[in-house]
Protein backbone atom coordinates (compact mmCIF):
# COMPACT_ATOMS: atom_id res chain seq x y z
CA UNK A 1 0.00 0.00 0.00
CA UNK A 2 1.02 3.46 -1.14
CA UNK A 3 -0.21 5.90 1.62
CA UNK A 4 -0.65 9.96 0.79
CA UNK A 5 -0.58 11.99 3.18
CA UNK A 6 -2.09 14.95 1.03
CA UNK A 7 -5.42 12.86 0.95
CA UNK A 8 -4.85 10.72 3.85
CA UNK A 9 -5.57 7.51 1.69
CA UNK A 10 -3.88 4.26 0.75
CA UNK A 11 -3.27 3.41 -2.52
CA UNK A 12 -2.33 -0.15 -4.36
CA UNK A 13 -1.19 1.07 -6.85
CA UNK A 14 0.71 4.26 -8.11
CA UNK A 15 -1.15 4.68 -11.02
CA UNK A 16 -4.01 4.54 -8.71
CA UNK A 17 -1.91 7.27 -6.45
CA UNK A 18 -1.45 9.39 -9.79
CA UNK A 19 -4.74 9.48 -10.66
CA UNK A 20 -5.96 10.85 -7.68
CA UNK A 21 -3.74 13.54 -6.99
CA UNK A 22 -3.78 14.74 -10.64
CA UNK A 23 -7.68 15.51 -9.98
CA UNK A 24 -7.19 17.54 -7.37
CA UNK A 25 -3.19 18.98 -7.47
CA UNK A 26 -4.56 22.40 -8.59
CA UNK A 27 -6.26 22.54 -5.25
CA UNK A 28 -3.69 20.84 -3.35
CA UNK A 29 -1.25 23.65 -4.75
CA UNK A 30 -4.07 26.34 -3.88
CA UNK A 31 -4.43 24.99 -0.57
CA UNK A 32 0.08 25.05 -0.10
CA UNK A 33 0.00 28.47 -1.35
CA UNK A 34 -2.44 30.16 1.14
CA UNK A 35 -1.19 27.97 4.26
CA UNK A 36 1.91 30.45 6.41
CA UNK A 37 4.18 27.58 7.43
CA UNK A 38 6.99 27.63 10.13
CA UNK A 39 9.90 25.46 8.82
CA UNK A 40 9.83 23.69 11.96
CA UNK A 41 6.44 22.00 11.49
CA UNK A 42 7.59 21.12 8.05
CA UNK A 43 10.98 19.08 9.07
CA UNK A 44 13.04 21.41 7.47
CA UNK A 45 14.87 23.71 10.56
CA UNK A 46 18.23 24.11 10.83
CA UNK A 47 21.18 23.72 13.20
CA UNK A 48 21.37 27.31 14.38
CA UNK A 49 25.24 28.05 15.16
CA UNK A 50 26.23 30.74 14.11
CA UNK A 51 28.46 30.34 10.68
CA UNK A 52 32.05 30.81 11.22
CA UNK A 53 33.17 33.79 9.10
CA UNK A 54 36.22 32.57 8.23
CA UNK A 55 34.75 29.39 7.54
CA UNK A 56 31.88 31.41 5.47
CA UNK A 57 34.47 33.61 3.18
CA UNK A 58 36.26 30.58 1.79
CA UNK A 59 32.38 29.58 0.57
CA UNK A 60 31.51 32.81 -0.30
CA UNK A 61 33.90 34.89 -2.81
CA UNK A 62 33.82 38.53 -3.10
CA UNK A 63 31.94 39.64 0.19
CA UNK A 64 33.44 41.38 3.02
CA UNK A 65 32.93 38.58 5.84
CA UNK A 66 32.72 40.96 9.52
CA UNK A 67 33.59 39.05 12.67
CA UNK A 68 31.34 41.56 14.42
CA UNK A 69 27.99 39.71 13.04
CA UNK A 70 25.95 36.76 13.58
CA UNK A 71 25.46 34.77 10.10
CA UNK A 72 22.60 32.66 10.79
CA UNK A 73 21.24 30.18 8.15
CA UNK A 74 17.55 30.38 8.33
CA UNK A 75 16.55 28.22 5.36
CA UNK A 76 18.70 26.22 2.89
CA UNK A 77 17.75 24.02 -0.34
CA UNK A 78 17.70 21.32 -1.58
CA UNK A 79 15.84 19.23 1.10
CA UNK A 80 13.06 17.73 0.61
CA UNK A 81 10.70 17.99 3.68
CA UNK A 82 7.70 16.00 6.05
CA UNK A 83 5.72 18.14 3.31
CA UNK A 84 6.93 16.55 0.24
CA UNK A 85 7.93 20.08 -0.51
CA UNK A 86 11.34 20.90 -1.62
CA UNK A 87 13.06 24.46 -1.63
CA UNK A 88 14.90 25.54 -5.17
CA UNK A 89 17.03 27.78 -5.75
CA UNK A 90 16.35 31.08 -6.10
CA UNK A 91 13.10 30.44 -4.00
CA UNK A 92 14.46 33.74 -1.65
CA UNK A 93 15.69 36.19 -4.22
CA UNK A 94 12.60 37.88 -4.43
CA UNK A 95 12.15 38.18 -0.57
CA UNK A 96 15.11 39.28 0.34
CA UNK A 97 14.29 42.34 -2.17
CA UNK A 98 10.98 43.17 -1.16
CA UNK A 99 11.50 42.27 3.08
CA UNK A 100 14.33 43.65 3.65
CA UNK A 101 14.42 45.33 7.06
CA UNK A 102 10.84 44.13 7.42
CA UNK A 103 11.45 40.69 9.17
CA UNK A 104 12.57 40.54 12.55
CA UNK A 105 14.29 37.60 14.50
CA UNK A 106 12.43 36.08 17.18
CA UNK A 107 11.91 33.02 19.75
CA UNK A 108 9.43 29.98 18.48
CA UNK A 109 7.65 31.97 16.09
CA UNK A 110 5.91 34.16 18.92
CA UNK A 111 5.98 38.01 17.83
CA UNK A 112 6.34 39.53 20.90
CA UNK A 113 8.26 42.37 22.94
CA UNK A 114 9.44 39.89 25.00
CA UNK A 115 10.35 37.31 22.42
CA UNK A 116 12.10 39.77 20.05
CA UNK A 117 15.40 38.63 19.51
CA UNK A 118 16.71 41.03 17.02
CA UNK A 119 14.85 44.21 15.75
CA UNK A 120 14.04 44.43 11.55
CA UNK A 121 16.45 47.39 11.30
CA UNK A 122 19.27 45.81 12.01
CA UNK A 123 18.93 42.31 10.38
CA UNK A 124 20.64 41.88 6.69
CA UNK A 125 18.86 39.31 4.65
CA UNK A 126 21.21 37.59 2.13
CA UNK A 127 21.17 34.41 0.02
CA UNK A 128 24.32 32.08 -0.69
CA UNK A 129 25.62 29.14 -1.96
CA UNK A 130 27.74 27.15 0.89
CA UNK A 131 28.66 23.88 1.33
CA UNK A 132 26.19 21.48 3.53
CA UNK A 133 29.03 20.61 5.42
CA UNK A 134 29.26 24.43 6.46
CA UNK A 135 26.12 23.55 8.61
CA UNK A 136 27.11 20.31 9.52
CA UNK A 137 24.93 17.97 7.45
CA UNK A 138 26.14 14.82 5.35
CA UNK A 139 24.68 15.78 2.26
CA UNK A 140 26.94 16.24 -1.35
CA UNK A 141 27.26 19.44 -2.26
CA UNK A 142 25.62 23.08 -1.74
CA UNK A 143 22.93 24.58 -0.50
CA UNK A 144 21.56 27.42 -1.22
CA UNK A 145 20.94 29.82 2.48
CA UNK A 146 18.58 32.26 3.48
CA UNK A 147 21.01 34.21 6.00
CA UNK A 148 20.38 37.10 8.42
CA UNK A 149 23.18 39.08 9.07
CA UNK A 150 22.93 40.70 12.43
CA UNK A 151 25.58 42.76 14.45
CA UNK A 152 26.11 40.75 17.61
CA UNK A 153 25.26 43.88 20.15
CA UNK A 154 21.97 44.42 18.13
CA UNK A 155 20.75 41.31 19.80
CA UNK A 156 18.26 42.14 22.89
CA UNK A 157 17.62 39.03 24.67
CA UNK A 158 19.54 38.16 26.67
CA UNK A 159 18.97 34.41 27.12
CA UNK A 160 19.22 34.58 23.31
CA UNK A 161 22.53 36.43 22.90
CA UNK A 162 23.66 33.84 25.87
CA UNK A 163 22.77 30.56 23.68
CA UNK A 164 24.06 31.95 20.73
CA UNK A 165 27.60 32.50 22.26
CA UNK A 166 27.71 29.56 24.01
CA UNK A 167 27.63 27.58 20.84
CA UNK A 168 24.86 24.67 22.18
CA UNK A 169 22.60 22.74 20.22
CA UNK A 170 19.74 25.42 18.52
CA UNK A 171 17.65 25.74 15.36
CA UNK A 172 16.67 28.22 13.14
CA UNK A 173 12.74 28.40 11.60
CA UNK A 174 11.77 30.62 8.73
CA UNK A 175 8.02 31.71 8.44
CA UNK A 176 7.20 31.27 5.01
CA UNK A 177 4.41 31.20 2.62
CA UNK A 178 4.49 29.89 -0.76
CA UNK A 179 3.93 32.03 -3.95
CA UNK A 180 5.18 29.57 -7.48
CA UNK A 181 5.57 26.20 -7.07
CA UNK A 182 4.46 23.53 -9.34
CA UNK A 183 3.88 19.36 -8.74
CA UNK A 184 6.30 16.85 -10.23
CA UNK A 185 5.19 12.85 -10.37
CA UNK A 186 7.24 9.84 -11.84
CA UNK A 187 3.97 9.14 -13.79
CA UNK A 188 4.41 7.46 -17.34
CA UNK A 189 0.94 8.39 -18.50
CA UNK A 190 0.91 10.92 -21.49
CA UNK A 191 -2.01 13.39 -19.19
CA UNK A 192 1.02 13.44 -16.55
CA UNK A 193 3.60 14.08 -19.20
CA UNK A 194 3.73 18.12 -17.76
CA UNK A 195 4.92 16.24 -14.58
CA UNK A 196 7.12 13.90 -15.36
CA UNK A 197 9.18 16.53 -17.08
CA UNK A 198 8.91 18.76 -13.35
CA UNK A 199 10.04 14.96 -11.96
CA UNK A 200 13.03 14.55 -14.09
CA UNK A 201 13.77 18.01 -13.68
CA UNK A 202 13.87 18.27 -10.43
CA UNK A 203 14.70 14.74 -8.69
CA UNK A 204 18.42 15.05 -8.61
CA UNK A 205 18.02 18.52 -7.01
CA UNK A 206 17.40 16.69 -4.08
CA UNK A 207 20.06 16.27 -1.48
CA UNK A 208 18.25 13.89 1.09
CA UNK A 209 17.19 11.25 -0.94
CA UNK A 210 18.87 8.76 1.22
CA UNK A 211 16.90 9.86 4.23
CA UNK A 212 14.09 8.46 2.77
CA UNK A 213 13.25 4.51 3.27
CA UNK A 214 10.82 4.29 0.17
CA UNK A 215 10.68 5.92 -4.00
CA UNK A 216 9.97 9.38 -4.01
CA UNK A 217 6.84 9.11 -6.03
CA UNK A 218 6.47 12.83 -6.59
CA UNK A 219 6.68 15.74 -4.38
CA UNK A 220 6.38 19.79 -4.75
CA UNK A 221 8.92 21.76 -6.18
CA UNK A 222 8.72 25.60 -4.93
CA UNK A 223 10.26 28.11 -6.99
CA UNK A 224 9.61 31.31 -4.91
CA UNK A 225 8.65 31.87 -1.54
CA UNK A 226 8.21 34.94 0.72
CA UNK A 227 9.67 35.16 4.14
CA UNK A 228 7.16 36.81 6.78
CA UNK A 229 7.22 38.78 9.19
CA UNK A 230 10.04 36.93 10.71
CA UNK A 231 12.53 33.59 11.55
CA UNK A 232 13.14 32.28 14.95
CA UNK A 233 15.04 30.02 17.07
CA UNK A 234 13.55 27.14 17.92
CA UNK A 235 14.29 24.06 20.05
CA UNK A 236 13.11 21.71 17.49
CA UNK A 237 12.41 22.39 13.86
CA UNK A 238 11.57 20.36 11.18
CA UNK A 239 14.72 21.78 8.22
CA UNK A 240 17.87 20.52 10.40
CA UNK A 241 19.83 22.02 7.64
CA UNK A 242 19.84 25.31 9.19
CA UNK A 243 21.69 27.93 12.11
CA UNK A 244 24.62 29.32 13.49
CA UNK A 245 27.16 28.80 11.19
CA UNK A 246 30.67 28.28 13.28
CA UNK A 247 33.91 26.42 12.72
CA UNK A 248 32.49 23.77 15.38
CA UNK A 249 29.56 22.95 12.96
CA UNK A 250 32.05 22.69 9.84
CA UNK A 251 34.29 20.73 11.63
CA UNK A 252 31.65 18.02 13.18
CA UNK A 253 31.15 14.80 11.45
CA UNK A 254 27.72 14.83 10.04
CA UNK A 255 25.67 11.84 10.72
CA UNK A 256 22.70 10.77 9.37
CA UNK A 257 19.10 12.14 10.51
CA UNK A 258 16.62 9.77 12.79
CA UNK A 259 14.10 12.23 12.87
CA UNK A 260 13.33 10.94 16.41
CA UNK A 261 11.28 14.17 17.41
CA UNK A 262 9.28 14.83 14.98
CA UNK A 263 6.98 17.97 15.67
CA UNK A 264 3.48 17.78 15.51
CA UNK A 265 2.63 18.43 12.04
CA UNK A 266 -0.71 20.71 12.65
CA UNK A 267 -0.52 23.27 9.46
CA UNK A 268 -0.26 20.00 7.29
CA UNK A 269 -3.40 18.21 9.12
CA UNK A 270 -5.40 21.26 8.38
CA UNK A 271 -4.57 21.67 4.81
CA UNK A 272 -5.34 18.03 4.41
CA UNK A 273 -8.48 18.48 5.57
CA UNK A 274 -9.83 21.00 3.44
CA UNK A 275 -7.86 19.28 0.13
CA UNK A 276 -9.96 16.07 1.60
CA UNK A 277 -13.09 17.89 1.36
CA UNK A 278 -11.97 19.92 -2.06
CA UNK A 279 -11.75 15.85 -3.67
CA UNK A 280 -14.71 14.72 -1.86
CA UNK A 281 -16.38 17.36 -3.68
CA UNK A 282 -15.00 16.27 -6.49
CA UNK A 283 -16.38 12.52 -6.44
CA UNK A 284 -20.17 14.19 -5.65
CA UNK A 285 -20.29 17.08 -8.63
Given at each position: ????????????????????????????????????????E?????TA??????????????????????????N?????????????????????????G????????????????????????????????????????????????????K???????????????????????Y????????????????????????????????????????F??????????????????????????????????????????????????????????????????
Amino acid sequence: MIHCSELNKDFETKEALFDALRSVHKEIITRKKEQIYKSCEKGSSLTAKPIDPLKLSDSIKNLAIDSDYYYIAVNTTKILDSHKDLHLNGIWNKTVKEQQGKVYLVADHKLELDKTIAKREYIEMFTANIPFALLGKPYEGDTEALIYKIRKDKIINKAAKEWLDSGDAIEASVRMQYVDMMFAANSNKEEDKQFKSNYDKYINEIANKEDFEDEILYFWPIKQAKNKFESSLVLFGSNNTTGLITEETAKEQPEKSTDENQPEKSTEEKANEIIIEVLNKLKTD
